[in-house]
């Protein structure tokens, strides 16, 4: 048998010795200033125009979509929305630093990496408006998209309890012999969750090739960070597993593109985990559920909108000469008439056919669902009156 | 053919199924090089490799989590549970993951090439934290198959039908069985048919309905009865979820009596489902209320473990109540 041992690497001393957090340095990596401008000694990660402006559009889109659909709930015309304003650059740019091959496991704020994927805005509608060509089939609330086509698994509401999966389906993508890692975001809320902690140690001790993204950005709903956890934030927490870390500035698009490269580099030609800490801010409401000006102040939004990763990365796209103002403004004119089509679209189009209610509990229907289901029907056809939304179907 | 115990029996079938199918990855706690706390894991990473039998940390929402993660990407987890007591953490991952995979993405992702494996019940002077059945909090959850056998014979041919069956399966082992129950169990392939009852005895005047340990203690309970000229059927129900509603109202109609044996606790216990629809499909059939002889409303005591027990001496007076009603 194996002889194993444990205090290997441990230095000893003869005194008292406490380790206080502020002895730990994570530094943040940043690569543009706010005025579109390198930092100096940073250097650029190799993004064609392409890329960059595929980067941009989609983090426009984003925008776009999410304004208009905090509109359509204010005016009823869907339940519940959930906008990713001024942390676009985490999932958009992190999405661009993967392979299409790459599996998303999302938490429900990555609208942009969808978008980035291909997700059409036809296909963001149907989702929200539970409509039958909703590949949910008319089971979620709003925004919990998913795409196996896209690799996108389907968002559950539960919090933080993709972070174990993404290790599982990452470690599985390794027994397959596939060129493909997992990418798992979450908030920094979902962090106090056990799910978290047994994630994190599971994809350590078992080597898996998987990103955990954190989108550290301030508030979980209502609670600040600070009344979230103590220590140095999420980043700590990753060496305290043994997993390679990188804190990022989260809204600059640059950082967050080439950490996630890096990242993605290590966990696939090591098959090990990595940690990326994205430092952001939510400038939106936590969901259009919440009103965050109960808790926090308007200034402090402020000093966070002179921060907005959009805004930079237009600075740094013009420096480049690959930014036109009026091709911009054209683009986010189409965008905000695209949304408004595919919405009404979308409206107009019914729900699934009630024999939905019970398909994929089981890979088969079985006999007491059967049973259920046809009392069901019984019963909407004697009160058709009651149930329009299915009735006009059900013979 | 070959004598086994039951978990020299889910030792077979695992190997069976690792052999043929690549995707086939057994993990949990201690299930690495020492086989499991029962051994019912011996030999496999010896025969299949540290990265298709290994250990995990000491995490059930992380095993059940990863599990989900493994099951959704196409492998086939089989993942123990060391206790059926210590399922819990896991809960969550279980009943808002694991059961809702396929329904919430519409059928394009699933976990049903999952099995989880837990022993669970009394009778091994375990105490509180180690005699748990806790088959009643999952058969509430849609999603879930639940399995139980009731001897090596079945364990076998159950565990191979549920690893390969397309819906996550619960495979809960009765371990007071563990090394007491031998059969005779063949060495190649075979399976049992999930959500199907098995006929244990055939009798006239009283459904006896159970599954795994306690099908021995209604066996035992019958043959007291036998004594007394009461002829009793034997039903060992085999699936918690999906059930076979079927075979025990068609068992009912005939003896026109119905008993229900479990060691879980009695209120919200599974008895109390199998009642109600029974009662449904065979009202003027039935000649006595339906009895239930089930743990006490409390945890699982360490001393009073006899007295706790549904056993054959309980049994067998509601046996008499039922008759005479």
């Known amino acids: ?108 704020r990555e609208q942009g990496a969808l978008a980035y994927r291909g997700y059409t805005t036809s296909q963001f509608m149907n989702q929200m408006f539970s409509n039958e060509k909703d590949p949910n089939k008319g089971r979620q609330m709003p925004i919990h998209y998913g795409d196996k086509p896209l690799n996108f698994m389907t968002i559950s509401s539960p919090l933080g309890t993709q972070i174990p999966q993404a290790a599982g389906y990452a470690y599985g993508q390794k027994m397959a012999g596939n060129e493909a890692i997992t990418i798992c975001y979450f908030g920094e809320g979902a962090a106090s969750e056990g ?63 080439a950490a996630t490269q890096q990242a993605r580099k290590i966990a696939l030609e090591e098959q090990c985990p990595v940690l990326i800490e994205a430092m952001t801010y939510r400038l939106a409401a936590h969901s259009t559920s919440d009103d965050p000006t109960g808790y926090r102040s308007r200034e402090e939004e402020d000093k966070w909108r002179a921060k907005d990763p959009i805004q930079r990365m237009a600075k740094w796209l013009q420096q480049k000469g690959w930014f036109d103002e009026k091709a911009n403004k054209q683009l986010i004119e189409e965008s905000r008439q695209a ?6 679209e979308a409206e107009k189009v019914p729900v699934n056919p009630i024999d939905d209610i019970v398909s994929d509990v089981y890979s088969d229907v079985p006999w007491h669902l059967e049973e259920q289901l046809n009392n069901l029907k019984q019963h909407i056809r004697k009160y058709p009156g009651e149930y329009p939304k299915t009735s006009g179907r059900v013979k | 053919m070959a004598k086994m115990n039951l978990l020299q029996a889910i030792n077979s079938a695992l190997i069976t199924v690792m052999e043929q199918d690549q995707r086939v990855m057994v993990f949990g706690e201690d299930v690495g090089h020492f086989g499991g706390v029962f051994r019912a894991t011996s030999n496999l990473q010896e025969k299949f490799g540290r990265a298709r039998c290994f250990n995990t940390p000491l995490t059930e929402q992380g095993i059940i989590g990863f599990a989900n993660g493994l099951a959704s990407q196409g492998s086939v987890p089989v993942a123990e549970i060391q206790f059926g007591d210590y399922i819990f953490p896991a809960f969550d991952q279980i009943v808002n993951e694991t059961a809702k995979f396929r329904y919430r993405s519409g059928g394009q992702f699933s976990c049903g090439t999952l099995t989880i494996r837990t022993p669970y019940g009394g009778g091994i002077a375990g105490g509180l934290y180690h005699s748990q059945s806790p088959e009643a909090f999952f058969a509430h959850c849609p999603g879930l198959k639940i399995v139980v056998p009731r001897n090596p014979y079945q364990a076998k041919g159950l565990l191979l039908a549920s690893i390969r069956d397309d819906n996550p399966v619960l495979f809960m082992e009765p371990k007071r069985l563990y090394r007491a129950s031998v059969s005779e169990v063949p060495e190649e392939d075979y399976e049992l048919e999930l959500g199907k009852a098995d006929l244990v005895q055939e009798g006239k005047d009283i459904t006896l309905l159970g599954w795994g340990a306690q099908i021995e203690i209604l066996q035992k309970a019958a043959d007291m009865a036998l004594d007394d000229g009461v002829s009793c059927e034997i039903i060992d129900l085999r699936s918690i979820m999906p059930w076979d509603a079927h075979t025990v109202a068609e068992s009912v109609m005939k003896t026109g009596r119905l008993l229900i044996n479990h060691e879980a606790p009695q209120t919200g216990g599974f008895a109390s489902e199998i009642a109600a629809t029974i009662q449904d499909k065979c009202f003027l059939y039935l000649e006595a209320p339906i009895a239930r002889v089930c743990g006490l409303d409390t945890p699982y005591p360490l001393a009073h473990e006899k007295e706790y027990m549904p056993d054959q001496f309980k049994t067998y007076e509601a046996i008499k109540r039922t008759l005479k009603y």
């Open chain 1, 195 to 257: 799910d978290f902690h047994a994630g994190l140690n599971m994809a350590a001790v078992l080597n898996c090739p998987v990103i955990f993204f954190c989108r550290n950005n301030g508030y979980a709903i209502s609670t600040p960070a600070d009344e979230q956890f103590a220590g140095d934030g999420i980043a700590s927490r990753g060496l305290g597993y043994g997993i390679k870390t990188i804190r990022v500035d989260g809204n600059d698009p640059l950082a967050v593109f």
């Open chain 1, 1 to 108: 048998m194996q002889d194993r041992n444990h205090l290997a690497r441990v230095n000893t001393t003869h005194q008292v010795h406490i380790i206080e957090n502020g002895l730990i340095d994570i530094p943040m990596l940043q690569i543009l200033k706010p005025d579109g401008t390198l930092h100096n000694e940073a250097r650029e990660p190799e993004l064609n125009e392409d890329t960059a402006r595929k980067i941009y559009d989609t983090m426009e889109y984003i925008r776009v979509l999410d304004e208009r659909m905090i509109g359509a709930q204010r005016q009823g015309r869907i339940s519940f929305y959930l906008a990713s304003t001024g942390e676009e650059a985490a999932a958009v740019a992190s999405a661009a630093a993967l392979s299409e091959h790459d599996m998303i496991m999302s938490q429900y």
């Open chain 1, 339 to 344: 949304v408004l089509a595919a919405l009404k």
